[in-house]
RNA sequence: GCGGCUGUGGCGAAGAGGUUAACGCACCGGAUUGUGGCUCCGGCACUCGAGGGUUCAAGUCCCUUCAGUCGCCCCA
């Protein structure tokens, strides 16, 4: 044998769990439905620049984690990391805001790119669903892609998630909090850890969420940016609150919340799921408004708000809720014993599957013991043999394997009785038969 | 980029220098050429993630490397 050629680190094979990414999607579709934002599709890889300037240079994200390339035809062109700035581009690009209907709402789902190393419900290659709304000023669509992202999962039936929502104000605000906070840390900040140092000068804001400074005076001392808002920013969050409440959304005030990302405006928010579910890494969702991105990519000033779920933080967080998806079932296996029997079957397979019953069979000449063993492997809910001795007396039987019982029909019959036998019992709710199909 | 733990058949897992690498599950074949699921019999790792070293002898010791996993940074 060949050496096996393995696959690239913090990538993955998605074979026994492509049930729960179907499950998602699944529910991803009705709820956006729901909620009128329509799916928008944009490269996997876009120039370099649209990241750097886009998601900011001094993030790690951009810094150390994007996995970037020189095409042949000698341009830079990177992976993208996330998917709100290939989605702004491509609003830019096609003049999207020119489009009569208001605000534009859009959602995506698909692969992101980060070179960074693998851990629980982290890959290099990993899927997000995300969503964008563009040309809103107002509290109450950052309270609905709240809203939506809420109803996301509650469609998956994850309950167990908390909402964790702050305001960092627009411009005027951010400008008066960051010097606020500049001077009450400049002084002390050699007390704190060394990355908070290194925040210090790069990201001041993230030493508000630093976990080896949280109990640290100065940090606890530290102020905080709602402080800091304007009259007409605090209005905004107080409005954003207003509407979650109306909706019943349930939320908590985090005064420490900020965001890794350098384009966020106003609210800001995430939602985790309880550590007992997904260990550290417990944030399932990441949003908030940016009101400068559309600018900063060269589009007209347009408001924006939206939010990104990391997908296989949700299968992780959906295994540990003992959430199951949907078993894809199989309604029929057919035995099938001799030649004649075998082209018999496919005949009887064809006007089935034509019905909208799922068969198999056997193709490898098995014995009818092997066969039997396939038709449990593939959990059959009946099973038919058919032989030389159904064919002449044109009769055959059909065994519930659920319930052990047989019964007995003619060929011509059979399908007619295997859909009399489905509808009356549990197993086709959700495989979306319909009697007379096709 | 940094740290801990791990790496034996499809899966779980013994083995801690010495002839042919336990065992369980699964799988395949047969007993049983038309009805399986029980039982019995048989089969199933030229090889212990990869490469190198020590040794008369290495799955077992050493080095390197790769991968997985958990955590840090950061993020979804």
Known sequence: MNVMITKMKGTYDVTDDIGYLQTIEKKMLTVSKLFQYKEIRTPHFEATELFHRGVGETTDIVNKETYTFTDRGNRQNTLRPEGTAGVVRAYIENKLHADPVTPQKYFYQGSMFRYERPQKGRFREFRQFG??????????????????????????????????????????????????????????IAALCQDCQTRFQDNPLRILDCKVDAKHPLVNSAPKPIAYLTDEDRTHFERVQAALKAMQISYTVDENLVRGLDYYTHTVFEIKVSEALLGRQNAICGGGRYNHLVETLGGPPTPASGFAFGIERLIVAMKAANITPEPDRLHVFFIALGDQAKLATLAMMQRFRLGGITCNTDFLDKNIKGQFKQSEHQHARFVMVIGDAEIAEKTLEIKDQHTGETVKASLSKAYDTVVKLLTKGDVCEDCDHQKGAA
């Open 131 to 188: 969503a964008e709304a563009f040309g809103a000023s107002s509290p109450e669509i950052d309270a609905e892609i709240i809203a939506y992202a809420v109803t996301f999962l509650r469609a998956l039936k994850l309950n167990d998630v908390t909402v964790h929502l702050n305001s960092l104000g627009g411009k005027d605000s951010k400008t008066a909090y960051h010097s606020a906070l500049n001077a009450h840390l400049k002084d002390d």
